[in-house]
C-alpha cells in the first residue's frame, strides 16, 4: 500500500516541525511547500518572485493540506511595516493554497488552516467557543481576514480552522518568560488576573492530527479545557524554574514598550477559549492545565 500524502505550508515553525516528525513516525509521506529552491521529490518551491500560482496536482491524492505560514507575533513593536507583513505572510500563502483547493474541486483534499484565539479579541472573561462572535482590534480583524481566506477555496470545500491559543513551549509563548524568570525579575503583568488561553505543543499537535485523522471540517479552538491566568502561567513557570514570581510589571509600561496593539493581543488580553468543538469530536487533551503544560515545556 503507497504512503498516504499530507501537503504541510509553514513547516519549518515550531508547530510545522512537530508536526512532521508526529505525521513521518506514523508512516505518512510528508510533501513540504518551502519558499527556497526544493531539495528533493518531497519539497515544492512556491510563493518566490517569479513562481506562479501553487500547481493543484501538488495537492492530488493528499490525506489533507495543513497551513501554517505566517510572521511570528512575538516580534516588536508592531510596526505598520511590520503590521503588514503579518497580514501578507498569512493572506497571501492561504489564499494560494485555497486556489489551488478550488481549482481541483471534489478531489481537492481537507484544507486545514491556521488561524488563532485572537480572533476573540480582548473581551470579559465568558467563554468564547466557536459560536462566538470575532472580537476588536488588529488581531482580530487579521484572524477574520485570515479564516476568510482559507474559505475563499469555495462553498464546497472541506475546511478547518485552527483558533490556536499561544503555545506552552520553550520557544512558543514561553521564550521570552523563562529568562526573566530565572532572571528573577518575573511577576504579575498588568495585575496578572487576565485570563490567557493556552495549549501544550502536544496537545496543538495531537488536535492537528485529530482532525486530519478524523477529517473534520469548521472552527476549532485550539485552547486547553480548563482556563488560567496570566499568574497561574507566570507562578507555574518560577516554581518549576524554582525562582520568585513577585516583581510586578504595570500594564501601562507593557502597552509603552510593545505598543498598544501587541500588548492588547498577548500580554493584557482578557479572554476565555472553550475548545468545545475539539472536546465534542471526541479529542482528550494530554495537558489540560497550565501547570501540566509548563511541566511538560520545561521537561522538553
Same mark, same amino acid.
Given at each position: 500500500?503507497?504512503?498516504?500524502?499530507?501537503?504541510?505550508?509553514?513547516?519549518?515553525?515550531?508547530?510545522?516541525?512537530?508536526?512532521?516528525?508526529?505525521?513521518?513516525?506514523?508512516?505518512?509521506?510528508?510533501?513540504?511547500?518551502? /519558499? /527556497? *529552491?526544493?531539495?528533493?521529490?518531497?519539497?515544492?518551491?512556491?510563493?518566490?518572485?517569479?513562481?506562479?500560482?501553487?500547481?493543484?496536482?501538488?495537492?492530488?491524492?493528499?490525506?489533507?493540506?495543513?497551513?501554517?505560514?505566517?510572521?511570528?507575533?512575538?516580534?516588536?513593536?508592531?510596526?505598520?511595516?511590520? /503590521?503588514?507583513?503579518?497580514?501578507?505572510? /498569512?493572506?497571501?500563502?492561504?489564499?494560494?493554497?485555497?486556489?489551488?483547493?478550488?481549482?481541483?474541486?471534489?478531489?481537492?483534499?481537507?484544507?486545514?488552516?491556521?488561524?488563532?484565539?485572537?480572533?476573540?479579541?480582548?473581551?470579559?472573561?465568558?467563554?468564547?467557543?466557536?459560536?462566538?462572535?470575532?472580537?476588536?482590534?488588529?488581531?482580530?480583524?487579521?484572524?477574520?481576514?485570515?479564516?476568510?481566506?482559507?474559505?475563499?477555496?469555495?462553498?464546497?470545500?472541506? +475546511?478547518?480552522?485552527?483558533?490556536?491559543?499561544?503555545?506552552?513551549?520553550?520557544?512558543?509563548?514561553?521564550?521570552?518568560?523563562?529568562?526573566?524568570?530565572?532572571?528573577?525579575?518575573?511577576?504579575?503583568?498588568?495585575?496578572?488576573?487576565?485570563?490567557?488561553?493556552?495549549?501544550?505543543?502536544?496537545?496543538?499537535?495531537?488536535?492537528?492530527?485529530?482532525?486530519?485523522?478524523?477529517?473534520?471540517?469548521?472552527?476549532?479552538?485550539?485552547?486547553?479545557?480548563?482556563?488560567?491566568?496570566?499568574?497561574?502561567?507566570?507562578?507555574?513557570?518560577?516554581?518549576?524554574?524554582?525562582?520568585?514570581?513577585? +516583581?510586578?510589571?504595570?500594564?501601562?509600561? +507593557?502597552?509603552? +514598550?510593545?505598543?498598544?496593539?501587541?500588548?492588547?493581543?498577548?500580554?493584557?488580553?482578557?479572554?476565555?477559549?472553550?475548545?468545545?468543538?475539539?472536546?465534542?469530536?471526541?479529542?482528550?487533551?494530554?495537558?489540560?492545565?497550565?501547570? *501540566?503544560?509548563?511541566?511538560?515545556?520545561?521537561?522538553?
Amino acid at each position: 500500500m503507497p504512503e498516504e500524502k499530507i501537503v504541510v505550508a509553514g513547516g519549518s515553525g515550531l508547530i510545522g516541525r512537530a508536526l512532521q516528525r508526529s505525521l513521518r513516525a506514523d508512516g505518512y509521506r510528508v510533501v513540504l511547500l518551502v /519558499r /527556497r *529552491e526544493a531539495r528533493g521529490p518531497d519539497e515544492v518551491a512556491w510563493l518566490r518572485e517569479g513562481d506562479g500560482p501553487l500547481d493543484p496536482t501538488v495537492l492530488e491524492g493528499a490525506r489533507a493540506v495543513v497551513g501554517l505560514n505566517g510572521a511570528s507575533i512575538g516580534k516588536f513593536p508592531w510596526t505598520k511595516a511590520y /503590521r503588514k507583513l503579518l497580514r501578507d505572510s /498569512r493572506l497571501t500563502p492561504t489564499t494560494a493554497i485555497a486556489d489551488a483547493v478550488r481549482a481541483l474541486g471534489a478531489n481537492a483534499p481537507l484544507f486545514v488552516s491556521a488561524s488563532a484565539v485572537g480572533y476573540y479579541g480582548t473581551q470579559p472573561p465568558a467563554p468564547a467557543d466557536e459560536a462566538s462572535a470575532p472580537g476588536d482590534g488588529f488581531l482580530a480583524e487579521l484572524c477574520v481576514d485570515w479564516e476568510a481566506a482559507a474559505l475563499s477555496a469555495g462553498p464546497d470545500a472541506r +475546511v478547518a480552522l485552527l483558533r490556536t491559543a499561544p503555545v506552552v513551549h520553550r520557544d512558543g509563548v514561553l521564550k521570552p518568560l523563562i529568562l526573566l524568570t530565572k532572571l528573577g525579575i518575573s511577576g504579575p503583568i498588568a495585575g496578572g488576573h487576565q485570563k490567557w488561553p493556552f495549549i501544550s505543543l502536544a496537545d496543538e499537535v495531537g488536535a492537528i492530527r485529530h482532525i486530519i485523522d478524523q477529517q473534520l471540517t469548521g472552527a476549532f479552538n485550539l485552547a486547553a479545557p480548563v482556563p488560567a491566568s496570566a499568574n497561574g502561567l507566570g507562578r507555574s513557570l518560577a516554581a518549576g524554574l524554582r525562582r520568585p514570581y513577585l +516583581v510586578p510589571v504595570p500594564g501601562f509600561a +507593557v502597552k509603552l +514598550v510593545l505598543g498598544k496593539d501587541a500588548a492588547e493581543a498577548l500580554l493584557t488580553c482578557d479572554a476565555v477559549a472553550i475548545p468545545k468543538a475539539l472536546t465534542d469530536s471526541g479529542y482528550e487533551f494530554e495537558h489540560p492545565t497550565v501547570r *501540566e503544560a509548563v511541566a511538560a515545556a520545561l521537561r522538553e
